[in-house]
């Protein structure tokens, strides 16, 4: 491995991604904060203020974390999958592919693209939540270290779906099916506290369980789970993700014929 | 030094099609090389296994001698690949597909914009570079992906069918950029069913056959195996049942004539028969390609030896 055709590589590789997001901008930026205002105003302003407050604090402010988080998962997943397997569709992906570049440089080209667009949609539905309501940021390293870390996870398993990918219908199973749901039931709107003892079991084998409480642990100060446990789940599923899309780009799955 | 070289190279592709059965091929640094063969003989195949877009299923390639088993970056890095098939991302601007590509062989952002501007003019596209790929022309295409190949100035240049439905205007302004890049040292192997474009580019051919080299020489040395022209002469009067001595000959429905003319045989000596039956010939033609004929003799002598 060339470690400085890879660093040049991998920054041409982001650039490009970087272009690509900001060139379709209404498919990759707006919606998201659309979506998110919509969720402040129903769930926050409409519904959040009969329902009073969550773990002390104000219905909106519990949520707006979580909002946060979610739209940052969805937005590295499906930018990583839609680039990577629009590359492969349109055998654009041979330009790399044919390169010197490496299979790792090529990964982190693809993820730090993902994480760039997770990070600035995140933003912006940040920028959105401080309409409704007022966020003070407790700890500032874990808010950014968790956003950061989830953002690489999804961008990763965004790779990997893209990997297996053989058509557009298949880049929407996994969001549609498993991230949703699973977002959905992570704590984003509630704190597991309120469900039954089993469910409250169920709920910690859901990772996204831990990227939103630790990131609400990093604004608001309150979490149903140990820090410690995010972390180390996080790191290992970037090294376990991370590992498996090496795997499978140096066995040429879905690339190579 | 070999520019490239491949050993026993095998494939099998997962639904048991044997696209390649051992080929052993050497090409020089600095050729000019054809590479050859009917659809589905195993031609891009093998281009992509040179390229590592296709896994070999066994066999070695060399490139300028670095191993793609061992050393495959090296070996990446000096091909420059265009393929058969339009790859590009037909929304990105022109200059950024070219700019990119310099990028993933690691040239920094100055020398990948000079060699960017450098091979956009020289390919005249850079009045097109603010444009998406979608908006060119099918040759402008091809051009992009020829000036997207040369950005980081290979020692091997593979084109894989560059002038397939490009008009012979541009294939000829293509041929002559292609004779003053190898002239420059890039070696070039190239794969077209224009074989007269093989004949008039390549010095050294190489034709595959359902997945075995049937002939791998220099191109004087292949077109002498050639035993026999025909050329084809418009009369300036009909001359039915003509017959020359020593020569075959037989009249066309549209009254040209056909001669053939064997080894050993002169154009001068056909004249003089033509002479002697005071027979004038406005025009004489090549019926076919020498190259073509000869490619389809090959061929067909494989196909038989195949079936029997």
């Given amino acids: 491995m060339n470690l400085a055709l890879d660093l040049v590589a991998i920054q041409t590789l982001v650039r490009k991604e970087v272009i690509r997001v900001l060139r379709i901008w209404v498919q990759t930026i707006v919606p998201p904060a659309i979506t998110m205002t919509l969720y402040f105003i129903i769930f926050g302003n409409l519904i959040g203020r009969r329902i009073g407050t969550m773990d002390g604090f104000d219905y909106m402010a519990y949520i707006a974390p979580g909002l946060i988080m979610m739209s940052v998962i969805t937005n590295s997943y499906g930018n990583v999958v839609s680039s990577f397997f629009g590359a492969k569709f349109g055998r654009h992906i041979e330009e790399m592919l044919v390169s010197p570049m490496s299979n790792s440089a090529i990964i982190i080209g693809h993820v730090a693209g993902g994480v760039l667009r997770g990070l600035f949609v995140g933003a912006l539905v940040t920028a959105v939540a401080l309409f409704f309501t007022k966020l003070n940021v407790e700890h500032p390293f874990i808010t950014i270290s968790i956003v950061l870390l989830s953002s690489i996870v999804f961008s990763l398993a965004g790779f990997i779906n893209a990997v297996f990918a053989k058509k557009f219908d298949d880049i929407s199973i996994v969001p549609t099916f498993v991230l949703t749901p699973l977002t959905y039931l992570g704590g984003v709107f509630y704190s597991i506290s309120l469900l039954p003892e089993f469910w409250q079991g169920v709920s910690r084998a859901n990772p996204i369980l831990y990227m939103v409480n630790a990131f609400r642990y990093g604004i608001l100060g309150t979490s149903d789970i140990g820090i410690g446990t995010a972390y180390a789940i996080l790191i290992v599923f970037v090294v376990l993700l991370f590992s498996f899309c090496l795997f499978l780009m140096n066995r040429g799955v879905g690339i190579r014929e | ?308």
């Fill in chain 2, 1 to 308: 030094m070999h520019a490239l070289t491949l050993k026993n190279l095998t494939k099998t592709y997962d639904n048991g099609n044997q696209a390649l059965k051992g080929i052993d091929v050497s090409v020089e640094e600095g050729e000019f090389c054809a590479l050859l063969g009917p659809n589905g003989a195993g031609k891009t195949t093998a281009i992509g296994i040179i390229s590592s877009l296709v896994n070999k299923s066994g066999g070695e390639v060399e490139i300028f001698g670095h191993s793609i088993d061992a050393e495959l970056e090296a070996a990446k890095a000096c091909i420059g690949l265009v393929p058969q098939e339009v790859n590009l991302n037909l929304w990105e601007r022109v200059e950024n597909i070219v700019l990119n590509q310099a990028g993933y062989y690691g040239l920094n952002r100055r020398l990948a914009a000079e060699r960017t501007e450098k091979y956009l003019k020289e390919l005249r596209l850079w009045d097109r570079r603010k444009d998406t790929a979608r908006s060119l022309s099918g040759g402008m295409k091809r051009r992009l992906m020829i000036a997207r190949a040369l950005v980081h100035e290979p020692r091997l240049l593979i084109l894989d069918e560059p002038t397939a439905g490009v008009d012979i205007e541009i294939r000829r302004s293509m041929w002559e950029f292609l004779r003053t890049i190898n002239e420059a040292g890039t070696t070039i192997i190239l794969t077209t069913h224009y074989l007269e474009e093989a004949e008039s580019l390549c010095r050294h051919v190489a034709i595959i056959d359902e997945g075995r080299i049937i002939e791998d020489a220099p191109m004087s040395k292949v077109l002498r195996k050639l035993q026999r022209e025909v050329f084809v002469l418009t009369l300036a009067e009909p001359a039915a049942g003509l017959q020359l001595d020593g020569f075959e000959v037989s009249v066309r429905d549209d009254g040209d004539v056909e001669v053939a003319i064997g080894a050993g045989q002169t154009l001068n000596e056909m004249f003089a028969r033509l002479n002697e039956k005071d027979v004038t010939v406005v025009s004489l033609r090549n019926k076919a390609n020498r190259l073509e004929e000869l490619f389809m003799r090959l061929v067909d002598k494989n196909d038989t030896g195949a079936a029997a």
